[in-house]
C-alpha cells in the first residue's frame, strides 16, 4: 500500500527498485525442478566453477537511507529490500561432458559461475538475455543444493528475450549451464542484473519487517466462503526488487488468458513488464488467531510456485490501474482462479480485501459496512468518482506491499484494486481503491481502459462471475500474437506479425488486422500496410479458429511523418524539445556504400539521451547505439553501416529545449575500396570479440585475389589493426597467417558481423568479397585462440601489463609494460637464462630443454605486484607472488609450450583510487576530431567527485577539462571537440586519488 503516483525511480533496470519482503517469503524451498543440473552427478564438473564476486554493500547504511527518506514522506513512502547490481556476465569456458541418453550418450557443454555479493540476505537474477535451444537448461541454486529453482528450458523463451527469476536465500548462488554441444551457438544468455536483498541484516532487525498481528491468515475458518477469490490473489515483483501485490482476472471469453491487475503506482510499464514475477499461493499453513503474537510473527509461506515474465496490456493514473498478461500459460498446478468483476457504477454492501501486508503471506480482510465513491485520499463523495472509499476495516488492515491487491463487492466480484490509506494495525483509519468502473474505459485508449482486454469481443457485459482457470469449456479460443507495438515512416510499408499464434485445440483458419487508419481490415497473417500519415494508431489482430470461436488483441502503430521528422546528411535539425521522460523521433535513409555514419546532438538546456536503432525505432532497453553522457551532446557512430533507414530517438533525461541534431555519412566512392580490420586474442575460444581481448600484433595478413594470388600483405600493428587501402574494383580475400600457438576461431559464430570472425578454421582466408564500386569492408575480422600445449621445443613466455585498477586481470585497457626483466630459473633457483619485455610487454624463453622451471619477474620502481591468481581464468590473470616476483614451478617435459604465464604491476596511485576508476573507451573519430571518452566506477563516489581529463600527443600532455559524473548511471563518460591531432594516451585523474590510463582507438 504506497500512498503515491507513479514515479521514473520506480522504472526501468538501472533506476532505483524498491521493495519490502519478510523472513518466511526468503526462506523458501523453491520447489522440484524438471531435471537436475549435470554437475550434480559429475564429480568433473563441480572443479569448473568460475566465480563471479560483486562489491560488499553497506546493509545498514543503505536501510539508513531508506529510514531517512521515510521521514521527509511519511505517508508516501516505499520501502527498498534490494540493492540492483548491474554486471555483464556471459557464459564461458564451456566443459563437455558425455551424459546418457537411451542407449546412447549425448555431449553436452556445462558452464558454472558462483555468484556471491557479500552480506545479501537473498539473491535473485536479471537476464537481458535468454534463448535458450532445445534440450537446454539453465539452473540455480545454492552452494549446499538446499535451495533449487526450477530449470528454465526452451518453454521460457519469450520475444522480449529477457527472464527474470525468484529468490533465493543468501549472498552465494550457483547459475549453471546445460546445453547440448551441437546447439551451443544457438545459445543467447547474458546476466545482467544482481539484486542483492539488504531487508535484514540479523533475525532481529528482521523482525521488525513483519506484517500487524491484527491480519488475518486467508487459511482460517473466516475466509472458507473466499476459497475461490484467494486462489486468484499474488504477489509481484518488477526488476528484481519491487513488490507489489494483484490478481487474476476472468474475461467474457472466459478463455483462460492470464491477465493480471495490479496497482500503476507499483511502475510497471512496457519497459520492465519482463521482469514481472508473479508468486501464487504464498500463504501460512495454519490460521493464526488475528491480535495473537504468532499472528505477527514468522510465517512458513513458499515461494515455489511462480510466473516469470508479462506483457503490459493497458494503465490509467486517474485510477491507478495497470493490466498485465502473464506471457506464459498458467500452471495447472498452481490451481489459480480467474476472478470475476464489476464495471458498473454500483456501490458495494459490504467488501473483501485479499493481499500480502509487507509481502508476507496472503492475508484477508473485511469491511462489512458499505463503501463510499471519492476522489483518491479525500473523503468528501462523491469527489471525481475515480476511487472507492473503505472507510475502515472491521477485521483485518492493508500495509505497505499490499498495494494493487484486489477489493472484492459481496458477489465475490472484483470492483478496484488498492491505491494508498492510512490503514494499520490500532487505528481506524482509510484506504482508497481505484474503480473498476472508472477503468472501464480509462483514457479511451486501448491502452488505457480495461474493456479491450476483458471484452475484447464486444460483448457489453459488465458484470462476470471468475472460473478455474483449468475450466475452459469445450473450446479454448485461439492464442493470439501481435507482437507489437509497430514503427515506420508515411509512405513506406510497415510489415505486420502474428507469429506465434495458435490454437491449442485445433487450427486458426483467419487473421483478420484492423490499422487503425480506416482502411478496411485485410486478411492475412502477416501482411504490409502503408500508413499516409504519421501518428500513433490503434491496431487490432482477430483470429479465428476452425469452431467459429474467435479472440481480438491490440496493440499500437507510431509512424513518423515522412519529410517532417526526416533528417537529411549532413543537414542540422534544430529546436528539438521535449519534457522529462518524453520522447522525439527522426530518421535518417542511409544508402548503401556508406563508410561512415554519425549521428550528433548539442544542446545548452536539460539532459536529452541518444537511441538509435537501424530498421525499428528504439527503446530505451532496445537499441542499436546508445548515448547518454551529462547535458546534451550526445553522439552515436556506426563504421561500414548497413543500408536502411535508422530511426533516432531524443529521450528526456531531464526535460531539453533547444537541441540540434544531424546525421551524416560519407559515401564511399569508385577505386577507394578497404579491406581490414582486427586480429584479436580470443581467450575464451568463442568466437566473439569480447571487451577484455586484446588485439594480436605482428600477425601477418596476406591479400589475394579470389584466385589465391598474393597482391599485398601487411602485419597487424600493436592494437592488432591492419587495413588494406585503395583497392581497385576486382573481388579479393584476405588469408590471415597463424602465428606458433595458436588456432583460429570459430567461423562466423554470431550473426553480430563487426564481432566474429572472418576466417576459415582450415584455410585461414576470409570469403571472396566483391569490391565493385570502391567497397569499403570495414569488419573483416580474425580471431586466434591461444594453445596450451604443442609439440617441438619447449617456450615459456607471454605478457608483463600495467595493471591500472589494481584487480589482478588483463583488461583491453591495459597496456603492455616494456624494459621489464623476467628471469628463468630452475625450480631450485639455478639461473636459467634472462630476458627484458619489449614495447608491447612481450618476452619468451624459446628452446627450453626438458625439466622445471620458474619464472622470476623483476619489479619496476614505482609498481607493486598485482593479486596473484586472481581468477581461474588463467589467460587474463597474474602468475607472479606478490611478494617475491616468482611464479610456481611448471613442467617441461615433451616440448610444452607455456604461452601464458603473465605478470601484473600495479601503478602507485592505484591502491588509493577511491572512485574505482576504470577506463573502457576512448575513440579518436579522425575526421571530425573528436575524442569521445568513458571510465566507470565500481562505487558511486561520495559527494562530488572532480574527475580530470587530459591527452598526450607527440610526448606532451595538455588538459582537456572535466568529465562529467553520471550519477545514477555509473561511470564517467564526455565527448571532447577540435582535438586536432591524434592523442597516443588518455589519463583520468580524480581528486580522490585515482589515476587511469588508456590508449586511444582510431576511427
Same mark, same amino acid.
Request: with cysteine; hydrophobic share 35%.
Given at each position: 500500500?504506497?500512498?503515491?503516483?507513479?514515479?521514473?525511480?520506480?522504472?526501468?533496470?538501472?533506476?532505483?527498485?524498491?521493495?519490502?519482503?519478510?523472513?518466511?517469503?526468503?526462506?523458501?524451498?523453491?520447489?522440484?525442478?524438471?531435471?537436475?543440473?549435470?554437475?550434480?552427478?559429475?564429480?568433473?564438473?563441480?572443479?569448473?566453477?568460475?566465480?563471479?564476486?560483486?562489491?560488499?554493500?553497506?546493509? /545498514?547504511?543503505?536501510?539508513?537511507?531508506?529510514?531517512?527518506?521515510?521521514?521527509?514522506?511519511?505517508?508516501?513512502?516505499?520501502?527498498?529490500?534490494?540493492?540492483?547490481?548491474?554486471?555483464?556476465?556471459?557464459?564461458?569456458?564451456?566443459?563437455?561432458?558425455?551424459?546418457?541418453?537411451?542407449?546412447?550418450?549425448?555431449?553436452?557443454?556445462?558452464?558454472?559461475?558462483?555468484?556471491?555479493?557479500?552480506?545479501?540476505?537473498?539473491?535473485?537474477?536479471?537476464?537481458?538475455?535468454?534463448?535458450?535451444?532445445?534440450?537446454?537448461?539453465?539452473?540455480?541454486?545454492?552452494?549446499?543444493?538446499?535451495?533449487?529453482?526450477?530449470?528454465?528450458?526452451?518453454?521460457?523463451?519469450?520475444?522480449?528475450?529477457?527472464?527474470?527469476?525468484?529468490?533465493?536465500?543468501?549472498?552465494?548462488?550457483?547459475?549453471?549451464?546445460?546445453?547440448?554441444?551441437?546447439?551451443?551457438?544457438?545459445?543467447?544468455?547474458?546476466?545482467?542484473?544482481?539484486?542483492?536483498?539488504?531487508?535484514?541484516?540479523?533475525?532481529?532487525?528482521?523482525?521488525?519487517?513483519?506484517?500487524?498481528?491484527?491480519?488475518?491468515?486467508?487459511?482460517?475458518?473466516?475466509?472458507?466462503?473466499?476459497?475461490?477469490?484467494?486462489?486468484?490473489?499474488?504477489?509481484?515483483?518488477?526488476?528484481?526488487?519491487?513488490?507489489?501485490?494483484?490478481? /487474476?482476472?476472468?474475461?467474457?471469453?472466459?478463455?483462460?488468458?492470464?491477465?493480471?491487475?495490479?496497482?500503476?503506482?507499483?511502475?510497471?510499464?512496457?519497459?520492465?513488464?519482463?521482469?514481472?514475477?508473479?508468486?501464487?499461493?504464498?500463504?501460512?499453513?495454519?490460521?493464526?488467531?488475528?491480535?495473537?503474537?504468532?499472528?505477527?510473527?514468522?510465517?512458513?509461506?513458499?515461494?515455489?510456485?511462480?510466473?516469470?515474465?508479462?506483457?503490459?496490456?493497458?494503465?490509467?493514473?486517474?485510477?491507478?490501474?495497470?493490466?498485465?498478461?502473464?506471457?506464459?500459460?498458467?500452471?495447472?498446478?498452481?490451481?489459480?482462479?480467474?476472478?470475476?468483476?464489476?464495471?458498473?457504477?454500483?456501490?458495494?454492501?459490504?467488501?473483501?480485501?485479499?493481499?500480502?501486508?509487507?509481502?508476507?503471506?496472503?492475508?484477508?480482510?473485511?469491511?462489512?459496512?458499505?463503501?463510499?465513491?471519492?476522489?483518491?485520499?479525500?473523503?468528501?463523495?462523491?469527489?471525481?468518482?475515480?476511487?472507492?472509499?473503505?472507510?475502515?476495516?472491521?477485521?483485518?488492515?492493508?500495509?505497505?506491499?499490499?498495494?494493487?491487491?484486489?477489493?472484492?463487492?459481496?458477489?465475490?466480484?472484483?470492483?478496484?484494486?488498492?491505491?494508498?490509506?492510512?490503514?494499520?494495525?490500532?487505528?481506524?483509519?482509510?484506504?482508497?481503491?481505484?474503480?473498476?468502473?472508472?477503468?472501464?474505459?480509462?483514457?479511451?485508449?486501448?491502452?488505457?481502459?480495461?474493456?479491450?482486454?476483458?471484452?475484447?469481443?464486444?460483448?457489453?457485459?459488465?458484470?462476470?462471475?471468475?472460473?478455474?482457470?483449468?475450466?475452459?469449456?469445450?473450446?479454448?479460443?485461439?492464442?493470439?500474437?501481435?507482437?507489437?507495438?509497430?514503427?515506420?515512416?508515411?509512405?513506406?510499408?510497415?510489415?505486420?506479425?502474428?507469429?506465434?499464434?495458435?490454437?491449442?485445440?485445433?487450427?486458426?483458419?483467419?487473421?483478420?488486422?484492423?490499422?487503425?487508419?480506416?482502411?478496411?481490415?485485410?486478411?492475412?497473417?502477416?501482411?504490409?500496410?502503408?500508413?499516409?500519415?504519421?501518428?500513433?494508431?490503434?491496431?487490432?489482430?482477430?483470429?479465428?479458429?476452425?469452431?467459429?470461436?474467435?479472440?481480438?488483441?491490440?496493440?499500437?502503430?507510431?509512424?513518423?511523418?515522412?519529410?517532417?521528422?526526416?533528417?537529411?546528411?549532413?543537414?542540422?535539425?534544430?529546436?528539438?524539445?521535449?519534457?522529462?521522460?518524453?520522447?522525439?523521433?527522426?530518421?535518417?535513409?542511409?544508402?548503401?556504400?556508406?563508410?561512415?555514419?554519425?549521428?550528433?546532438?548539442?544542446?545548452?538546456?536539460?539532459?536529452?539521451?541518444?537511441?538509435?536503432?537501424?530498421?525499428?525505432?528504439?527503446?530505451?532497453?532496445?537499441?542499436?547505439?546508445?548515448?547518454?553522457?551529462?547535458?546534451?551532446?550526445?553522439?552515436?557512430?556506426?563504421?561500414?553501416?548497413?543500408?536502411?533507414?535508422?530511426?533516432?530517438?531524443?529521450?528526456?533525461?531531464?526535460?531539453?529545449?533547444?537541441?540540434?541534431?544531424?546525421?551524416?555519412?560519407?559515401?564511399?566512392?569508385?577505386?577507394?575500396?578497404?579491406?581490414?580490420?582486427?586480429?584479436?586474442?580470443?581467450?575464451?575460444?568463442?568466437?566473439?570479440?569480447?571487451?577484455?581481448?586484446?588485439?594480436?600484433?605482428?600477425?601477418?595478413?596476406?591479400?589475394?585475389?579470389?584466385?589465391?594470388?598474393?597482391?599485398?600483405?601487411?602485419?597487424?600493428?600493436?592494437?592488432?589493426?591492419?587495413?588494406?587501402?585503395?583497392?581497385?574494383?576486382?573481388?579479393?580475400?584476405?588469408?590471415?597467417?597463424?602465428?606458433?600457438?595458436?588456432?583460429?576461431?570459430?567461423?562466423?559464430?554470431?550473426?553480430?558481423?563487426?564481432?566474429?570472425?572472418?576466417?576459415?578454421?582450415?584455410?585461414?582466408?576470409?570469403?571472396?568479397?566483391?569490391?565493385?564500386?570502391?567497397?569499403?569492408?570495414?569488419?573483416?575480422?580474425?580471431?586466434?585462440?591461444?594453445?596450451?600445449?604443442?609439440?617441438?621445443?619447449?617456450?615459456?613466455?607471454?605478457?608483463?601489463?600495467?595493471?591500472?585498477?589494481?584487480?589482478?586481470?588483463?583488461?583491453?585497457?591495459?597496456?603492455?609494460? /616494456?624494459?621489464?626483466?623476467?628471469?628463468?630459473?630452475?625450480?631450485?633457483?639455478?639461473?636459467?637464462?634472462?630476458?627484458?619485455?619489449?614495447?608491447?610487454?612481450?618476452?619468451?624463453?624459446?628452446?627450453?630443454?626438458?625439466?622445471?622451471?620458474?619464472?622470476?619477474?623483476?619489479?619496476?620502481?614505482?609498481?607493486?605486484?598485482?593479486?596473484?591468481?586472481?581468477?581461474?581464468?588463467?589467460?587474463?590473470?597474474?602468475?607472479?607472488?606478490?611478494?617475491?616476483?616468482?611464479?610456481?614451478?611448471?613442467?617441461?617435459?615433451?616440448?610444452?609450450?607455456?604461452?601464458?604465464?603473465?605478470?601484473?604491476?600495479?601503478?602507485?596511485?592505484?591502491?588509493?583510487?577511491?572512485?574505482?576508476?576504470?577506463?573502457?573507451?576512448?575513440?579518436?573519430?579522425?575526421?571530425?576530431?573528436?575524442?569521445?571518452?568513458?571510465?566507470?566506477?565500481?562505487?558511486?563516489?561520495?559527494?562530488?567527485?572532480?574527475?580530470?581529463?587530459?591527452?598526450?600527443?607527440?610526448?606532451?600532455?595538455?588538459?582537456?577539462?572535466?568529465?562529467?559524473?553520471?550519477?545514477?548511471?555509473?561511470?564517467?563518460?564526455?565527448?571532447?571537440?577540435?582535438?586536432?591531432?591524434?592523442?597516443?594516451?588518455?589519463?583520468?585523474?580524480?581528486?580522490?586519488?585515482?589515476?587511469?590510463?588508456?590508449?586511444?582507438?582510431?576511427?
Amino acid at each position: 500500500m504506497f500512498n503515491q503516483k507513479g514515479s521514473k525511480a520506480l522504472r526501468g533496470v538501472t533506476k532505483q527498485a524498491i521493495f519490502r519482503l519478510g523472513l518466511a517469503g526468503l526462506l523458501c524451498s523453491t520447489g522440484a525442478v524438471a531435471k537436475e543440473p549435470i554437475s550434480f552427478s559429475s564429480a568433473q564438473v563441480t572443479g569448473k566453477t568460475q566465480t563471479t564476486r560483486l562489491p560488499g554493500l553497506d546493509n /545498514a547504511k543503505l536501510k539508513q537511507r531508506d529510514a531517512a527518506a521515510r521521514a521527509k514522506q511519511p505517508k508516501s513512502y516505499v520501502l527498498q529490500f534490494a540493492e540492483p547490481q548491474s554486471v555483464a556476465v556471459k557464459p564461458n569456458a564451456w566443459q563437455e561432458v558425455q551424459v546418457p541418453n537411451g542407449s546412447k550418450a549425448i555431449a553436452m557443454s556445462v558452464w558454472r559461475t558462483e555468484v556471491k555479493s557479500p552480506g545479501a540476505f537473498s539473491l535473485n537474477f536479471g537476464f537481458s538475455r535468454y534463448q535458450m535451444p532445445e534440450g537446454g537448461s539453465l539452473h540455480i541454486y545454492t552452494p549446499d543444493r538446499k535451495q533449487r529453482i526450477r530449470a528454465f528450458t526452451a518453454a521460457d523463451n519469450d520475444i522480449h528475450g529477457e527472464l527474470w527469476t525468484p529468490m533465493l536465500t543468501g549472498d552465494t548462488a550457483i547459475i549453471e549451464v546445460n546445453v547440448p554441444t551441437s546447439k551451443l551457438k544457438q545459445l543467447k544468455l547474458e546476466l545482467a542484473s544482481v539484486n542483492h536483498g539488504y531487508v535484514a541484516a540479523s533475525m532481529a532487525e528482521l523482525a521488525r519487517e513483519k506484517s500487524g498481528n491484527c491480519n488475518v491468515d486467508v487459511v482460517c475458518p473466516v475466509g472458507d466462503e473466499w476459497r475461490d477469490q484467494i486462489r486468484s490473489a499474488a504477489a509481484i515483483s518488477i526488476n528484481g526488487s519491487l513488490f507489489c501485490s494483484g490478481g /487474476a482476472l476472468n474475461n467474457t471469453a472466459n478463455d483462460g488468458t492470464g491477465f493480471f491487475l495490479t496497482a500503476h503506482h507499483c511502475g510497471i510499464d512496457e519497459s520492465n513488464a519482463a521482469s514481472m514475477v508473479t508468486y501464487w499461493n504464498y500463504e501460512n499453513s495454519v490460521c493464526r488467531e488475528p491480535g495473537s503474537v504468532a499472528s505477527g510473527d514468522l510465517g512458513d509461506g513458499v515461494l515455489d510456485q511462480f510466473n516469470t515474465g508479462a506483457i503490459f496490456r493497458a494503465s490509467y493514473e486517474p485510477s491507478d490501474m495497470t493490466l498485465m498478461e502473464l506471457d506464459d500459460p498458467l500452471d495447472p498446478a498452481h490451481n489459480v482462479f480467474l476472478a470475476g468483476w464489476n464495471a458498473n457504477d454500483q456501490m458495494p454492501s459490504s467488501s473483501v480485501a485479499i493481499h500480502h501486508p509487507n509481502l508476507n503471506e496472503k492475508r484477508i480482510s473485511f469491511d462489512h459496512d458499505t463503501t463510499t465513491i471519492t476522489s483518491y485520499l479525500n473523503p468528501a463523495s462523491p469527489g471525481d468518482g475515480t476511487h472507492i472509499q473503505v472507510a475502515d476495516w472491521d477485521l483485518g488492515t492493508t500495509e505497505p506491499g499490499s498495494s494493487g491487491s484486489l477489493l472484492f463487492d459481496q458477489n465475490k466480484r472484483v470492483i478496484g484494486q488498492l491505491h494508498g490509506g492510512d490503514a494499520a494495525c490500532g487505528n481506524d483509519m482509510a484506504d482508497w481503491y481505484g474503480r473498476i468502473y472508472t477503468s472501464w474505459d480509462g483514457g479511451g485508449t486501448v491502452d488505457t481502459r480495461l474493456s479491450s482486454w476483458l471484452d475484447a469481443n464486444g460483448t457489453g457485459e459488465l458484470a462476470i462471475d471468475g472460473i478455474n482457470a483449468t475450466d475452459l469449456g469445450t473450446n479454448r479460443l485461439p492464442v493470439v500474437k501481435l507482437n507489437g507495438p509497430y514503427y515506420g515512416v508515411s509512405g513506406m510499408p510497415v510489415d505486420f506479425s502474428s507469429a506465434g499464434s495458435q490454437d491449442l485445440d485445433g487450427s486458426i483458419i483467419s487473421f483478420d488486422w484492423g490499422f487503425g487508419d480506416g482502411n478496411a481490415a485485410f486478411s492475412a497473417a502477416n501482411p504490409q500496410h502503408t500508413y499516409a500519415q504519421g501518428g500513433t494508431y490503434d491496431v487490432s489482430l482477430r483470429a479465428t479458429d476452425n469452431d467459429g470461436g474467435s479472440r481480438i488483441v491490440y496493440t499500437q502503430a507510431t509512424i513518423l511523418e515522412a519529410g517532417e521528422d526526416e533528417l537529411e546528411n549532413g543537414i542540422v535539425k534544430s529546436g528539438i524539445s521535449a519534457e522529462i521522460d518524453q520522447a522525439v523521433y527522426y530518421y535518417l535513409n542511409v544508402p548503401e556504400g556508406v563508410a561512415e555514419l554519425d549521428f550528433t546532438s548539442d544542446g545548452q538546456s536539460g539532459d536529452a539521451d541518444m537511441y538509435v536503432s537501424r530498421g525499428s525505432t528504439p527503446t530505451t532497453t532496445v537499441y542499436d547505439c546508445r548515448s547518454w553522457a551529462s547535458g546534451s551532446q550526445e553522439m552515436c557512430s556506426f563504421t561500414d553501416p548497413e543500408a536502411g533507414t535508422y530511426i533516432v530517438m531524443l529521450y528526456g533525461y531531464n526535460t531539453f529545449t533547444g537541441v540540434s541534431l544531424t546525421g551524416s555519412y560519407k559515401q564511399a566512392t569508385g577505386g577507394t575500396g578497404a579491406l581490414g580490420d582486427l586480429v584479436w586474442s580470443d581467450t575464451n575460444g568463442n568466437g566473439v570479440q569480447d571487451t577484455d581481448e586484446p588485439g594480436l600484433a605482428d600477425v601477418t595478413v596476406e591479400l589475394q585475389s579470389c584466385e589465391g594470388v598474393v597482391l599485398a600483405t601487411q602485419i597487424t600493428d600493436s592494437n592488432g589493426l591492419f587495413n588494406f587501402t585503395e583497392l581497385g574494383t576486382n573481388d579479393a580475400q584476405l588469408k590471415f597467417v597463424l602465428p606458433a600457438g595458436y588456432e583460429f576461431s570459430p567461423e562466423r559464430a554470431t550473426d553480430q558481423f563487426q564481432l566474429d570472425s572472418n576466417a576459415n578454421p582450415t584455410t585461414g582466408l576470409s570469403p571472396c568479397y566483391n569490391m565493385s564500386q570502391g567497397f569499403r569492408r570495414s569488419a573483416v575480422d580474425a580471431g586466434m585462440v591461444p594453445s596450451q600445449s604443442q609439440g617441438g621445443e619447449g617456450v615459456m613466455g607471454d605478457f608483463v601489463w600495467q595493471d591500472n585498477n589494481g584487480d589482478g586481470v588483463q583488461d583491453a585497457d591495459e597496456p603492455g609494460l /616494456a624494459g621489464v626483466t623476467v628471469n628463468l630459473q630452475a625450480c631450485d633457483g639455478t639461473a636459467v637464462d634472462s630476458v627484458v619485455t619489449n614495447s608491447q610487454g612481450g618476452f619468451s624463453f624459446d628452446s627450453v630443454a626438458t625439466g622445471s622451471y620458474r619464472l622470476e619477474f623483476v619489479l619496476l620502481d614505482g609498481y607493486s605486484f598485482s593479486p596473484e591468481k586472481a581468477t581461474n581464468e588463467f589467460l587474463r590473470d597474474s602468475n607472479a607472488n606478490t611478494t617475491s616476483g616468482l611464479t610456481g614451478c611448471y613442467n617441461m617435459d615433451n616440448g610444452n609450450q607455456r604461452r601464458a604465464i603473465d605478470a601484473g604491476m600495479v601503478p602507485e596511485g592505484t591502491g588509493s583510487n577511491a572512485d574505482n576508476l576504470s577506463v573502457v573507451n576512448a575513440i579518436y573519430f579522425s575526421a571530425s576530431k573528436r575524442l569521445w571518452v568513458r571510465a566507470e566506477s565500481d562505487t558511486q563516489p561520495v559527494g562530488s567527485a572532480s574527475i580530470t581529463a587530459s591527452v598526450t600527443i607527440n610526448g606532451a600532455t595538455s588538459s582537456l577539462g572535466a568529465v562529467g559524473w553520471k550519477a545514477d548511471k555509473g561511470f564517467y563518460q564526455n565527448n571532447f571537440r577540435d582535438v586536432d591531432q591524434l592523442p597516443s594516451l588518455v589519463t583520468l585523474a580524480s581528486d580522490k586519488g585515482g589515476l587511469v590510463r588508456v590508449a586511444v582507438e582510431v576511427r
